[in-house]
């Protein structure tokens, strides 16, 4: 499995991005997969997740302004974040967790956002 992450870059602030982390080969089937995100002097942390079963869940800071979703077709999971803020301003890396387990074991490099204010 390979992970690549793409679509970070420069906003303002209020402005919106979407991310896209394309896998290689099936990714989907048995597989969660979840956007983290990574500031400097941070912990990483969990921005939004979605389940092989299509469940997803976000982070409270970001909830009502992004979307998670899977483009099977093209093998792709895609963030749209609306509304960005400063504080967004962080690496995004994309991640696999098998169905099941308790921990995200395989990432992808990351793309950075920087949103200005």
């Known amino acids: 499995v390979q992970l690549q992450a793409s679509g970070g870059g420069l906003v303002q602030a209020g402005g919106s991005l979407t991310l896209s982390c394309a896998a290689s080969?099936?990714?989907?089937?048995?597989?969660?997969m979840g956007w983290y995100r990574q500031a400097p002097g941070n912990e990483r942390e969990l921005v939004a997740e979605?389940?092989?079963?299509?469940?997803?869940n976000y982070a409270y800071s970001v909830r009502d302004r992004s979307t998670i979703s899977r483009d099977i077709a093209k093998n792709t999971v895609n963030l749209q974040m609306n509304n960005l803020k400063p504080e967004d301003t962080a690496i995004y890396y994309c991640a696999r967790r098998i169905a099941g387990r308790s921990g995200y074991d395989f990432w992808g490099q990351g793309t950075q956002v920087t949103v200005s204010s």
């Open positions: 979605i389940t092989s079963y299509g469940s997803t």
């Open positions: 080969g099936s990714i989907f089937s048995g597989n969660d």
